[in-house]
T-cell receptor, first 111, second 115 residues
C-alpha cells in the first residue's frame, strides 16, 4: 500500500518568513495530492491540492510543487501570519484507493 | 452548504455504556467516512460508505458499528469500548468514492473519552 513520509514534524518560523513542508510517497500510481490544515479543536480542512498532471499550483500565499519522478511534493507558505499556526497534513491517493496521510507538521508562527 | 456536522462534540462514557456518534451532510455527497484520530497523529480510516452501502471496513473491532440510514446521515454506534478507544472521531464526506472522488470534507469531530 501507499506510504507517505512528512518532514519536519515541527516547524517554528518568524512571522513574515516562509515555511516549507516536504513529503515523499511510495506508490507510483498515486495521482492526487491534497494538503490539509487542522487547527486546534477542529477537523482537517483542505487548503490546496495538486494532481499528477501538474507540477506546481499556487493560491495566494500557498503553493504546492510535485516531482513525480522523485515521488515527492512540497507545501510552501510565504509571508507567514499567526493564523497559519496549525498542524498540516500532506496526503496521497491513487485512483480508487483510500487517502493516505503523512505524519503531520506542527507549524508555529511567532509574532 | 459545505458543512459536515457532527454531534456530540464531546462524549464521556464508561466501558459498559452504549452510545452513538452522529454525522450529517447536505452537499449531496454519496460517500461518507469515519476516521479515528489520536493526539498528534494523522486521521486513520475506519469505515467508508458508498451510496449508503458499507464498502470499506479497515478491520475495525466489532465494538464499533457503523450505520448509514440515508445518503445524508452516518452514525457510529459504540458499545463496550476500551480506554484506548479514547480519541477524536472524524466524519467526512466526498462527492463519491473511487476515481475522481473530489475533495474530502471533514466535520469538526466528536472527542470521545472512555473511562
Amino acid at each position: 500500500g501507499e506510504n507517505v513520509e512528512q518532514h519536519p514534524s515541527t516547524l517554528s518560523v518568524q512571522e513574515g518568513d516562509s515555511a516549507v513542508i516536504k513529503c515523499t510517497y511510495s506508490d507510483s500510481a498515486s495521482n492526487y495530492f491534497p494538503w490539509y490544515k487542522q487547527e486546534l479543536g477542529k477537523g482537517p480542512q483542505l487548503i490546496i491540492d495538486i494532481r499528477s498532471n501538474v507540477g506546481e499550483k499556487k493560491d495566494q500565499r500557498i503553493a504546492v510543487t510535485l516531482n513525480k519522478t522523485a515521488k515527492h511534493f512540497s507545501l510552501h507558505i510565504t509571508e507567514t501570519q499567526p493564523e497559519d499556526s496549525a498542524v498540516y497534513f500532506c496526503s496521497a491517493r491513487a485512483a480508487g484507493n483510500k487517502l493516505t496521510f503523512g505524519g503531520g507538521t506542527r507549524v508555529l508562527v511567532k509574532p | 452548504d459545505t458543512e459536515v456536522t457532527q454531534t456530540p462534540k464531546h462524549l464521556v462514557m464508561g466501558m459498559t455504556n452504549k452510545k452513538s456518534l452522529k454525522c450529517e451532510q447536505h452537499m449531496g455527497h454519496r460517500a461518507m467516512y469515519w476516521y479515528k484520530q489520536k493526539a498528534k497523529k494523522p486521521p486513520e480510516l475506519m469505515f467508508v460508505y458508498s451510496y449508503e452501502k458499507l464498502s470499506i471496513n479497515e478491520s475495525v473491532p466489532s465494538r464499533f458499528s457503523p450505520e448509514c440510514p440515508n445518503s445524508s446521515l452516518l452514525n457510529l454506534h459504540l458499545h463496550a469500548l476500551q480506554p484506548e478507544d479514547s480519541a477524536l472521531y472524524l466524519c467526512a464526506s466526498s462527492r463519491k468514492q473511487g476515481s475522481d472522488t473530489g475533495e474530502l470534507f471533514f466535520g469538526e469531530g466528536s472527542r470521545l473519552t472512555v473511562l
